[in-house]
T-cell receptor, first 111, second 111 residues
Framework: KNEVEQSPQNLTAQEGEFITINCSYSVGISALHWLQQHPGGGIVSLFMLSSGKKKHGRLIATINIQEKHSSLHITASHPRDSAVYICAVPLYGGATNKLIFGTGTLLAVQP | DVKVTQSSRYLVKRTGEKVFLECVQDMDHENMFWYRQDPGLGLRLIYFSYDVKMKEKGDIPEGYSVSREKKERFSLILESASTNQTSMYLC??????????FGPGTRLTVT
């Protein structure tokens, strides 16, 4: 069983739609990361959050530590939002805290 | 802005060649990581380093080695490249507050 699971794996939306991507995890954490990767591109960190909600432009991330669940919302989606969105949680132990990654959600926003 | 740079965006090597992938960060981070990213498998940790000359194996270290002679530079070495090492390689460094910064990635093809 994966320790970090994302849904859906693939998502196609029309421009302007409200989008939600979900992430559930089974390990204990203090913070969760949302990452974005455009086709052929590197990875950009969108959010790191440990409680409540964070907002950056049209992107909103929420987390419920008790339920071990986080969501990434995109309001008024645009074709430039088309990318892979990855959630990741730190696994504690050893000399450092490595990240456990979900397999990503491929989002395509059509004009 | 934190910057993590990688020496090449695209690299083509022959089976059996020794391959060096270089990563440099400019924010004095202690922790640096090498990942590979493959379709359907997501990001997997190869090696990480928590200080100069310190290194630890990640989840898939076989066929790889690393070097960290200076704090800002973390090198991934493929001693004898094989076709199953064709992949996207991503370097990351991490701040004290656990936010990870990724490089642009190196797409390596071994023929």
């Amino acid at each position: 069983k994966n320790e970090v699971e994302q849904s859906p794996q693939n998502l196609t939306a029309q421009e302007g739609e409200f989008i939600t991507i979900n992430c559930s995890y089974s390990v204990g954490i203090s913070a969760l990361h949302w990452l974005q990767q455009h086709p052929g591109g590197g990875i950009v960190s969108l959010f790191m959050l440990s409680s409540g909600k964070k907002k950056h432009g049209r992107l909103i991330a929420t987390i419920n530590i008790q339920e071990k669940h986080s969501s990434l919302h995109i309001t008024a989606s645009h074709p430039r939002d088309s990318a892979v969105y990855i959630c990741a949680v730190p696994l504690y132990g050893g000399a450092t805290n490595k990240l456990i990654f979900g397999t990503g959600t491929l989002l395509a926003v059509q004009p | 802005d934190v910057k993590v740079t990688q020496s090449s965006r695209y690299l083509v090597k022959r089976t059996g060649e020794k391959v060096f992938l270089e990563c440099v960060q400019d924010m004095d981070h202690e922790n640096m990581f090498w990942y590979r990213q493959d379709p359907g498998l997501g990001l997997r940790l190869i090696y990480f380093s928590y200080d100069v000359k310190m290194k630890e194996k990640g989840d898939i270290p076989e066929g790889y080695s690393v070097s960290r002679e200076k704090k800002e530079r973390f090198s991934l070495i493929l001693e004898s490249a094989s076709t199953n090492q064709t992949s996207m390689y991503l370097c990351a460094s991490r701040s004290r507050v656990y936010e990870q910064y990724f490089g642009p990635g190196t797409r390596l093809t071994v023929t």
